[in-house]
């Protein structure tokens, strides 16, 4: 039932910029865009989410099409941190998240 | 702050075994969830609790997994009896109320059915 679609993997080098995309072509007009990243062995935690406009906060920035079919979050250095699985989800007037296969980031020294 | 809380770490049964998990989320957080996740695949809901209410368990298998949160804090969830396919790990989360968006989770608790 997964609503996003996300490369498998992806690979940068550290301190230089990522950009994780994801495609969401059946988003409804109040679904917002969560992304969460998940550390080996550890519950998923929040990065950032948004319903039309970019956002930033401190960990990252979320670009957000026009058309909302589809985002791209934006970590601006890599760190070996930031290795993780990362998570573009919908999430419905509900509250209900639907969590696809995500993206596995590896961070190159 | 103290985070989502959920015990045992790591439980490992036999197949048609029972076992329950325990989770006690974040103080004041009125909405508490319970995710599957097996190995490889991103974590899915099985149940959602609102306060003591259930407001969404059309992912929950019922014939074997149940979920309770009586006084609408801690939650248990068992599976009676146990499948191979239920390895995996469980995942509780809250957050403060329906609709305002940001879970918390747990670290988890790991099953192994054998």
């Known amino acids: 039932d997964a609503k996003t679609t996300q490369p498998n993997s992806m690979e940068s080098n550290e301190e230089e910029p990522v950009h994780l995309p994801c495609n969401h072509s059946t988003i409804s007009g109040t679904d917002y865009i969560h992304w969460y990243r998940q550390l080996p062995s550890q519950g998923p935690e929040y990065v950032i989410h948004g319903l039309t406009s970019n956002v930033n906060n401190r960990m990252a920035s979320l670009a957000i099409a026009e058309d909302r079919k589809s985002s791209t979050l934006i970590l601006h250095r890599a760190t070996l941190r930031d290795a993780a699985v990362y998570y573009c989800?919908?999430?419905?007037?509900?509250?209900?998240?639907?969590f696809g296969t995500g993206t596995s980031l590896t961070v190159i020294p | 702050e103290a985070g989502v809380a959920q015990s045992p770490r790591y439980k490992i049964i036999e197949k048609r075994q029972s076992v329950a998990f325990w989770c006690n989320p974040i103080?004041?957080?009125?909405?508490l969830y319970w995710y599957q996740q097996i190995l490889g695949q991103g974590p899915k809901l099985l149940i959602q609790?609102?306060?003591?209410?259930?407001?969404?368990d059309s992912q929950l298998p019922k014939d074997r997994f149940s979920a309770e949160r009586l006084k609408g804090v801690d939650s248990t969830l068992k599976i009676q009896p146990a499948k191979l396919e239920d390895s995996a790990v469980y995942l509780c989360?809250?957050?403060?109320?329906?609709?305002?968006?940001?879970?918390?989770f747990g670290p988890g608790t790991r099953l192994t059915v054998l």
């Open positions: 989360a809250s957050s403060l109320e329906v609709g305002t968006g940001e879970q918390f």
């Open positions: 989800i919908l999430r419905s007037t509900g509250n209900q998240f639907y």
């Open positions: 609790f609102q306060n003591n209410g259930v407001v969404d």
């Open positions: 103080s004041g957080h009125a909405t």
